[in-house]
């Protein structure tokens, strides 16, 4: 067996950094390695003696684990045959010193963790190395210091299988985190947000998922807030038209989103959990360097303005499936419309329609059986019959349209659109009445 140890030392106060990843999601992206990664006390331990060889072997391996560090800070490694031997020539590194030639009976007894409670009592028996430790009876030194001790050793020497907890992924990504100081606004929710949208990204990795839908919550810090009882949580959801592992993307909505929310009392913890994710295929680039764009994608665009002036501010056209021409779409925020309605593949533009539809249609005024549109309008082609809309509530009026187009010629305005109202059958009057619909380029 060969196994490496992985240490991420802190980074100091004063050096401004961005933040360090969980344990949790440190140990996610190891697993992209092998899948026997373990946390042994401040450790991150990885067995690759059955993988070492699919990453071009050891030396490859390593330089695989450095290139792709997700933390800010220069990872610590060390290796050895055993997991123990391993955390305890990566502690000798972290302190500045070499390893002894005679591995592992050499090293100095305060790199055990079984140890550590006993090395005062040790030293004064003359044991100040693992070696020095095995050669004692194992009977009295089992009765002296217990059994962890004497196990413990039995497993740095491989005399005895090790047993550990491996670690694996959830199904679903969420993970709490304690502020490091009450939040009082968007900004400092924000900051602590950073982290836990590293550890989404490396558990979106890991899962081959993309992010469709995440749910930010924080704690409130306080029940009662000038006399109004107040709730235990406030959240906001952020939503994408597609799936994504962009952390920019989600970062700026969910500063949008942040900004237009007002904290009812300071936040002590903030958790983020993911509501919709899909399969990830990868991002697919083009060889033309003329169709490799920068700058942020269309629904990008649409997804951060939305968050920024509001859903209703941001509309898009969605067809629907009507004959008459003014419901032929209707607008509709473009969050909203992620999934669009089958109605746009059934539904086709015929070839007499205009190309600029007036918001309602203008009712025309009449030489004697010639309806006029600055001047008296020459039919040319139709009629193009449409009866629709006996379905309709009140908005309609009870009425169904009962229509005849045709496209006519105007002495001014040029090509115009315009359709007789056919009185229906069961709403039957006498008058005729003429209107303009659209108008051609």
């Known amino acids: 067996m060969h196994w490496i140890a992985l240490r991420w030392p802190q980074p100091e106060a004063e050096m401004r950094m961005p933040p360090m990843p969980s344990d949790e999601a440190l140990g996610w992206w190891a697993l992209q390695f092998t899948p026997r990664v373990a946390w042994v006390d401040e450790a991150l331990l990885l067995e690759v003696s059955a993988c070492e060889r699919l990453w071009g072997g050891r030396l490859g391996l390593m330089r695989q684990i450095l290139s792709l560090n997700p933390a800010p800070v220069r990872v610590q490694q060390a290796q050895g045959a055993t997991c123990l031997i391993a955390l305890a020539r990566l502690r000798m590194f972290a302190r500045g010193e070499q390893p002894p030639a005679d591995v592992p009976s050499g090293l100095p007894l305060d790199t055990l963790s079984a140890a550590r409670d006993h090395l005062e009592v040790l030293a ?46 959830p199904d679903v990504f969420e993970q709490k ?4 100081a009450l939040a009082e606004g968007a900004p400092e929710l924000m900051w602590s947000a950073n982290r836990l949208l590293s550890a989404l990204q490396i558990w979106l990795r890991a899962r081959q998922r993309g992010a469709r839908a995440l749910e930010l919550q924080w704690t409130l810090d306080l029940k009662r807030f000038n006399g109004v009882n107040l709730p235990p949580h406030q959240l906001i959801t952020v939503r994408t038209a597609e799936a994504t592992q962009d952390m920019a993307h989600l970062r700026r909505l969910m500063a949008e989103k942040l900004a237009l929310t007002t904290l009812a009392a300071p936040a002590s913890w903030l958790r983020l959990r993911s509501l919709e994710t899909d399969p990830w295929a990868g ?84 030489d004697g059986e010639r309806p006029c549109y600055r001047g008296p309008l020459r039919r040319l082609i139709g009629p193009q019959r449409v009866e629709a809309g006996w379905w309709g509530g009140v908005e309609d009026g009870g009425r169904p349209a009962v229509r005849d187009y045709y496209v006519a010629e105007s002495p001014e305005a040029g090509l115009v659109w315009i359709f007789r109202e056919r009185p229906a059958a069961c709403f039957a009057e006498g008058e005729v009445r003429w209107y303009l619909q659209g108008l051609y380029a």
């Open 177 to 180: 985190l304690e502020l490091p």
């Open 283 to 366: 991002a697919s680039e083009s060889f033309l360097p003329e169709d490799n764009r920068k700058g942020d994608r269309l629904h990008e665009m649409v997804e951060r303005l939305s968050a920024r002036l509001g859903p209703q501010q941001v509309l898009v056209p969605v067809a629907q499936a009507d004959h008459r021409p003014e419901r032929k779409q209707t607008w509709q925020p473009a969050l909203n419309t992620g999934r669009r309605s089958e109605a746009r593949s059934r539904n086709t533009v015929e070839p007499a329609s205009p190309t600029w539809l007036l918001p309602e249609p203008l009712r025309l005024d009449m």
């Open 124 to 169: 004064h028996l003359g044991c100040r190395t693992w070696g020095e430790v095995a050669a004692l009876p194992r009977g009295g030194l089992t009765r002296r210091f217990g059994k962890d001790l004497r196990t413990a050793l039995d497993a740095a020497y491989g005399l005895r299988p090790e047993s550990h907890r491996w670690l694996t992924l």
